[in-house]
Nanobody, 116 residues
Framework: QVQVVESRGGLVQPGGSLRLSCEAR????????MGWYRQAPGKQRDLVAQ???????NYADSVLGRFTISRDRAENSVYLQMNSLNLEDTAVYYC??????????WGQGTQVTVSS
C-alpha cells in the first residue's frame, strides 16, 4: 500500500504561481509513473502532467509552458510548479502513483483556486 500525500493548495491571483508537492509514503517515486491530475466542478478528472519512470515529462496542452513537473528521489516526492495561473486552472488537484494496474494510488486531492 502506498500513501500519496499532497501539500495544501491555496488561493492565488491570476498570473501568480504556486507549487504543489506530493510524497509517496511506502513507495518509491523512482519506479513509478507519477502524475498530477485535476478536476474542476462538473468536469472529469484530467491529466495535467506526468513524469515517467525514465524521467520523461508530459504535459496537457493547456498547461504546456506554464507548469513544470519534477521529481526528487531523495525526498521521494514529485512537485508541480505552476506559473502564470489563470481562472481555468481552478480545480482540485490530485497526485497519482502508478506502478501497475494493481499498484495505482491516489492522493486525497488539494484545492487550487485562482481568483482576484
Amino acid at each position: 500500500q502506498v500513501q500519496v500525500v499532497e501539500s495544501r493548495g491555496g488561493l492565488v491571483q491570476p498570473g501568480g504561481s504556486l507549487r504543489l508537492s506530493c510524497e509517496a509514503r511506502g513507495g518509491s517515486v523512482g519506479v513509478a509513473a507519477m502524475g498530477w491530475y485535476r478536476q474542476a466542478p462538473g468536469k472529469q478528472r484530467d491529466l495535467v502532467a506526468q513524469i515517467t519512470r525514465d524521467g520523461i515529462a508530459n504535459y496537457a496542452d493547456s498547461v504546456l509552458g506554464r507548469f513544470t513537473i519534477s521529481r526528487d528521489r531523495a525526498e521521494n516526492s514529485v512537485y508541480l510548479q505552476m506559473n502564470s495561473l489563470n481562472l481555468e486552472d481552478t480545480a482540485v488537484y490530485y497526485c497519482n502513483y502508478f506502478f501497475s494496474s494493481r499498484y495505482n494510488f491516489w492522493g486525497q486531492g488539494t484545492q487550487v483556486t485562482v481568483s482576484s
